[in-house]
């Protein structure tokens, strides 16, 4: 019999079901002869560059890849060389980038900063205030303290206007983040949501709300909300909520948010206390015909395929860490695509990389792997498991490495066997079957787990069992 892999299920302390996601594994749903679906490795992670601190974001303007580095605003060239173009303030914390036709755009500490390629500046008009975040639109760098939303006068981005102070007045909320979504701005606060429209008024906030757009949920903190720029699925992606609700994962479009997370997504987040949610980094991947929203926690990240989600009906989520068991701070953030390839920064270290296929180690490190079945149920009746055979495709290892898989299984979804393991073969071994032989036995139910190491480089497409019932 075909055992579905794509998602597991486990129990916990509580006497509920809990959905198993694929860790370090993407679920690929596409007819291939073998199943309808196959999980292949995560992308592997290659040293790019050193620069003076650890990444706190990253975009490409005019061609070339700026990134803020501890507290340095640096270039990298296509090679990973590294330059200081200017000091920003802060250490670890995210910023904000964006840019207008004349000059890169930077909010760190507080603070608003300018590169136009060759001299470096800082606004320092104390009508600015404090910048939590801000947003280029329609000529204007738009700010907002949390409270204000503030515009740069339009022939002079280093002077305010105090008379054109702006507002969201639909909630008393404060303002977590500022986003463009299309070309009008968005106000996102705690609770709400916020959309306006350029109406050009002399002397006065050049903005007006747009009544109708609101929505009645918002977002937690700063960088826990990115715009999802594809045509189809246009919209705000957010974690927070409305009023006298819990943090969930939403999509916000036309006036109306989507509960995108699932029960087992809100029960992850229940894990984390409000504090730790809002420092949340919220970010949008499309490459090969896929389109992953990535939200990075302080041990893993979770990651939405969107485009997946809406061919199947249902959410599609996988995690990502970087450890060989257990969660781990993921070691991808800020992925921006420049130079033909993709560029991240590595949250924990002063580096930066780039992904590849062809391995699934982040930084030369290996990382492992993990997925587990949905229940086994033959009815009430028992059942002998004489094999297990894990149909993969094998051969993409180290030359010289012989990588194993192990095995173990759960009747109840909480305590599990002893592993087995069979080796995953070595490097051009195309052909290697990994098969597990007199694997025990099932009152009426079981569960099956399976791990690995980013060494074994394996995309396993089927799990097939020779079961012989006992009545």
Known sequence: MQIPILNGVYTDADGDFRTSYPRNLIPVFKKQGISNGYVKPSDGIVLFGTGPGVDRGGIVWNGVLYRAMGSKLVSVNSVGSISVLGEIGGSTEQVTFDYSFDALAVASNGNLFYWDGGTFTQVVDADLGTVVDFVWVDGYFMTTDGINIIVTELNDRTAINPLKYGSAEIDPDSIKCML????????????????????????????????????????????????????????????????????????????????????????????????????????????????????????????????????????????????????????????????????????????????????????????????????????????????????????????????????????????????????????????????????????????????????????MARLEARIEPLR
Not at 233 to 240: K, N, V, Y
Not at 352 to 360: E, P, T
Not at 413 to 427: C, F, K, L, M, P
């Open 180 to 459: 463009k979504l299309g070309n009008e701005p968005n106000a996102v606060g705690r609770y709400t949501i916020e959309s306006f429209k350029n109406i050009t008024t002399a002397n006065l906030f050049p903005f007006q709300r747009i009544d109708g757009a609101a929505i009645k949920r918002g977002s937690i903190g700063t960088h826990c909300a990115c715009v999802l720029p594809v045509d189809e699925f246009s919209g705000i992606a957010f974690l927070g909520g409305g009023r006298n609700e819990p943090c969930s994962v939403w999509l916000g479009v036309n006036g109306s948010s989507t509960q995108i997370a699932t029960a087992e997504i809100d029960k992850l987040l229940r894990g984390y206390s409000e504090s730790d949610l809002s420092l949340t980094k919220f970010e949008v991947r499309t490459d090969k015909n896929q389109t992953f929203l990535y939200v990075h926690l302080p041990d893993q990240t979770l990651v939405y395929d969107i485009k997946t989600s809406k061919l199947m009906g249902e959410p599609v989520w996988f995690t990502l860490t970087s450890s060989i068991v257990g969660n781990s701070k993921y070691r991808a953030k800020n992925l921006v695509w420049c130079y033909d390839k993709w560029i991240v920064g590595d949250p924990t270290l002063n580096t930066l990389g780039y992904f590849v296929d062809s391995v699934s180690s982040h930084y030369g490190d290996v990382n492992g792997w993990e997925f587990a079945t949905s229940i086994i149920y033959n009815e009430s009746r028992g059942a002998l498991f004489h094999e297990l055979e894990l149909v993969c495709l094998t051969g993409n290892v180290a030359l010289g490495a012989n990588p194993v898989v192990w095995t173990s299984y759960s009747k109840d979804g909480v305590t599990w066997s002893n592993e087995r393991s069979v080796s995953a073969g070595g490097q051009g071994e195309r052909n290697k079957r990994l098969v597990w032989l007199q694997q025990g036995n099932m009152q009426d139910r079981r569960i099956q787990k399976f791990r690995g190491t980013s060494d074994s480089h394996l995309t």
